[in-house]
């Protein structure tokens, strides 16, 4: 690799606004805000809205749609369409 044209790969911890789950990984990211983690070295911190911590999908903690009240909705909404 060419050096000076490549940004900075470090450690870095994404802290999930959501769960306050907190995960220490590698990324290109800078920030001005720092925690101290568990090895008691401290990184820059990003805070993110939803990680897998949080997300439906991940988590298995999905809201069930009430089905037929929606299809009640669109046919009472189109009963005389195309009539």
Same mark, same amino acid.
């Given at each position: 690799?060419?050096?000076?044209?490549?940004?900075?790969?470090?450690? /870095?911890?994404?802290?999930?606004?959501? !769960?306050?789950?907190?995960? =220490? +990984?590698?990324? +290109? =990211?800078?920030?001005? *805000?720092? =925690?101290?983690?568990?090895?008691?070295?401290?990184?820059? /911190?990003?805070? /993110?809205?939803?990680?897998? #911590?949080?997300?439906?999908?991940?988590?298995? *903690?999905?809201?069930?749609?009430?089905? #037929?009240?929606? /299809?009640?909705?669109?046919? !009472?909404?189109?009963?005389?369409?195309?009539?």
């Amino acid at each position: 690799m060419k050096s000076e044209i490549h940004p900075d790969y470090q450690a /870095v911890i994404f802290r999930d606004l959501a !769960s306050g789950e907190s995960f =220490l +990984t590698r990324s +290109t =990211l800078t920030s001005t *805000k720092t =925690l101290k983690w568990e090895d008691g070295k401290e990184y820059p /911190v990003f805070d /993110v809205e939803i990680s897998s #911590a949080s997300h439906p999908f991940y988590t298995g *903690k999905q809201r069930i749609m009430d089905a #037929a009240g929606r /299809v009640e909705k669109f046919n !009472s909404r189109y009963k005389n369409f195309g009539s």
